[in-house]
């Protein structure tokens, strides 16, 4: 299987600390994307990095990507209540036609 | 910002009931996708969808689900003779590009219960 895995599962945090989501993937990519999803709503794509980066910055955002390890890390600096979501990295097929989801990360920010 | 629309937002239905999901992607798209996720489980891809016909399909999509774009805008996802087991939230999603190179902008999703 391709898909990327999350760890941790779930994090909790205080606002103002920085969160780090880790994603493990099986197969070599093309690229890697990070997508958020509040609770019952749809997927918010975060960041892409391709598989010739190593980082990758978007506002609070910092993505990693070690391809030797197969790994990517997400971290949001500063945190806030409203960063409160799951958050998933997606690998794409060698088609580059199907994503895989891991099972998501669970950042709960608290006020 | 263009984003893609699904509606309806959600759907009850009767099992053995036939439903269509309907997704309008971003209008300079070229692949389209669909998506579901199991309440408390990981998204699953279904289907993508290039040049009106399917270029992948998961074992998920079975001859119960078929997928058209029916016009210029809409993109549906039909599933024949709904199951307990399909209740979920269906994504559709859209690409400029092939996922390899480009990202998948996803809509708020479809919640589908089926009684």
């Known amino acids: 299987s391709q898909q990327g895995e999350e760890d941790p599962q779930a994090l909790s945090i205080q606002e103002g600390e920085n969160a780090t989501m880790n994603c493990s993937y099986k197969?070599?990519?093309?690229?890697l994307q990070w997508y958020r999803q509040n609770s019952g709503r749809g997927l918010v794509h975060l960041i892409l990095?391709?598989?010739?980066?190593r980082e990758k910055h978007s506002g609070r955002l910092r993505v990693t990507l070690d391809t030797s390890k197969k790994s990517s890390s997400l971290l949001i600096t500063a945190s806030r209540a409203a960063d409160t979501a799951s958050y998933f990295c997606?690998?794409?097929?060698?088609?580059?036609?199907?994503?895989?989801f891991g099972t998501g990360t669970s950042l709960t920010v608290i006020p | 910002e263009p984003e893609v629309t699904q509606t309806p937002s959600h759907q009850v239905t009767q099992m053995g009931q036939e439903v269509i999901l309907r997704c309008v992607p971003i209008?300079?798209?070229?692949?389209f996708y669909w998506y579901r996720q199991i309440l408390g489980q990981k998204v699953e891809f279904l289907v993508s969808?290039?040049?009106?016909?399917?270029?992948?399909k998961s074992e998920i999509f079975d001859d119960q689900f078929s997928v058209e774009r029916p016009d210029g805008s809409n993109f549906t996802l039909k599933i024949r003779s709904t199951k307990l087991e399909d209740s979920a939230m269906y994504f559709c999603?859209?690409?400029?590009?092939?996922?390899?190179?480009?990202?998948?902008?996803f809509g708020p999703g479809t919640r589908l219960t089926v009684l």
């Open positions: 969808f290039y040049n009106n016909e399917i270029s992948e």
């Open positions: 990095i391709r598989s010739n980066e």
């Open positions: 999603a859209s690409s400029k590009t092939s996922g390899s190179a480009d990202t998948q902008y």
């Open positions: 209008s300079n798209h070229l692949y």
């Open positions: 197969t070599s990519i093309n690229n």
């Open positions: 997606a690998t794409v097929s060698n088609t580059g036609n199907q994503f895989y």
